[in-house]
């Protein structure tokens, strides 16, 4: 049964001695307030009369006759050795929730930015939501101890650097040097809430109304909203098997001030760019004095194809900044992410971080700096490689049977792939008999700025069980077999 000790009744009760109404009248009325509209609800223990006068600032007798006068109303009861109570079976009541302004004030403007939807409620459908890795390889026993040693220590009594702890930065560089090829200083990083906030950050850092950005088409919805958001004109610029079409890029004076481009696992196409189109997207970014945003989502996860340089690695004149984010490899729960920016930027984009929430949770990047750097992380990729893999490849032996009518696309990475529908079957149709069956899938269309010109499902299977792969799999064959079924069936 909930208890309130003296210390944590934390009601808002004031008492005017120059008030017409006794001091005892007050208390019994405020009291008993809190008490209807379930500030106190049913069952509380209250303080003992002593306490509560100590508190504030009363004769002990003011507060006995108060909590008389309630017992003999019903609202309190005592209980022989333990104290005083809320009675427990007052009719429960709601907290009093905050008043309405009227219907549409002013100072509130529609929302510009897209809803973004949240993971289904039902415990028993299997979501093939894009995004979600799994974390339960991970070794509770490291996770344990990288806690303990994160927290040894009381946390600092003043706010960090927003650019972050310097013990993680430094561990950041060494990583990127060794797994993506990409030499930089800790002094060159900036620690920030997740990917999203570095994108957000650079976004303020260069755009002004009307800047015209490069953006992949079909690409991640996020992003392009993120961008849009800042008054930005999107180019979208369309995507093949060798990654986005950099020969569509405009040169000055009509160059896009900035490009955002996915090279090693292209959202959700799951294509990489080419090395060819790495350089001639570089090239073009030196002669128009542009910007290149890397976002090296899912780079970590390579199954069958060797890695390809990082854009940033191959960046001779600083005209590109890279984000990476702990989200994939690990858990979007812990919101940590960071960005490299070419040194005009550093000082701007630090000052926006300073202003948005100053730093990322200190004892996060703790911890995060010990997985670094003693190694765990690069363990725990190395099997996570191993772990996707296998899950991808249940899903294609699954699909297989049904190559001639929906093939998965694109190179062997990442968490999610790329279903590709023939193209008389509607994928909307898919989606929705395959919810009425539980099973929970994106279509493609959702990624595009404009009219859509691929037909097909983004899968994402990082998140679920290797049984509930091979089980939603099953449940997309049927309905897509069905559905090609009624087709024959419509055009014979």
Not at 241 to 258: E, H, K, R, T, W
Not at 310 to 336: C, M, Q, W
Not at 443 to 466: E, F, K, V
């Amino acid at each position: 049964m909930p208890t309130l000790a003296r210390a944590s009744l934390d009601l808002s009760i004031t008492l005017d001695r120059k008030h017409k109404e006794s001091l005892h009248t007050q208390l019994v009325q405020q009291l008993r307030q809190s008490i209807t509209n379930g500030l106190l609800p049913a069952g509380v223990q209250l303080p003992s009369t002593r306490a509560f006068a100590a508190d504030l600032g009363l004769s002990r007798n003011v507060v006995i006759a108060a909590y008389d006068e309630l017992f003999a109303e019903g609202y309190l009861e005592g209980r022989h050795g333990s104290g005083t109570y809320v009675r427990q079976d007052l009719p429960l009541h709601t907290r009093l929730s905050r008043p309405s302004p009227p219907p549409c004030p002013r100072w509130v403007r529609p929302p510009t930015l897209p809803e973004i939807s949240a993971p289904s409620p039902d415990p028993h459908a299997i979501e093939f939501r894009l995004g979600t890795p799994t974390i339960t390889p991970l070794s509770t026993r490291i996770w344990h101890e990288v806690w303990r040693k994160a927290i040894e220590h009381l946390p600092p009594n003043m706010c960090g650097s927003p650019k972050g702890d310097p013990r993680l930065r430094a561990a950041l560089a060494d990583y990127l040097g060794r797994a993506r090829g990409i030499a930089c200083q800790a002094e060159d990083l900036i620690v920030t809430s997740g990917a999203t906030q570095a994108l957000d950050l650079l976004a303020r850092a260069i755009l002004g109304p009307s800047d015209l950005v490069g953006f992949e088409e079909p690409g991640y919805p996020v992003a392009r909203h993120i961008l849009a958001a800042s008054g930005a004109q999107i180019l979208p610029l369309p995507v093949d098997d060798d990654g986005m079409c950099v020969d569509q890029l405009s040169q000055s004076p009509l160059a896009p001030v900035l490009v955002h481009v996915t090279p090693s696992h292209q959202y959700p196409l799951t294509t990489r760019l080419s090395v060819t189109r790495r350089l001639a997207l570089l090239d073009w970014a030196q002669t128009n004095d542009s910007l290149i945003i890397e976002d090296d989502y899912d780079s970590e996860f390579r199954f069958h194809a060797p890695p390809l340089p990082a854009l940033a690695s191959l960046d001779t004149t600083g005209h590109v900044a890279y984000i990476g984010t702990f989200s994939k490899v690990l858990t979007p729960a812990l919101r940590i992410g960071y960005l490299l920016v070419p040194s005009p930027l550093r000082e701007p984009v630090e000052r926006l971080k300073r202003f948005s929430d100053y730093h990322t949770s200190w004892p996060t990047q703790q911890a995060l700096a010990i997985l670094l750097s003693e190694g765990h992380l690069d363990r725990h990729i190395r099997r996570m490689r191993h772990h996707y893999a296998h899950k991808r490849q249940l899903l294609k032996e699954v699909l297989a049977p049904i190559a001639h009518l929906a093939q998965l696309r694109g190179l062997d990475a990442g968490l999610h792939a790329y279903l590709e529908l023939r193209a008389d079957l509607d994928a909307h149709r898919v989606a929705q008999d395959a919810k009425a069956r539980g099973i929970l899938v994106s279509t493609i269309d959702t990624c595009y700025a404009g009219t859509p010109d691929r037909n097909g499902l983004l899968l994402g299977y990082g998140g679920l069980s290797a049984k509930d792969v091979v089980r939603g799999g099953q449940v997309l064959r049927e309905v897509i077999e069905h559905l090609a079924g009624e087709t024959r069936s419509n055009l014979g």
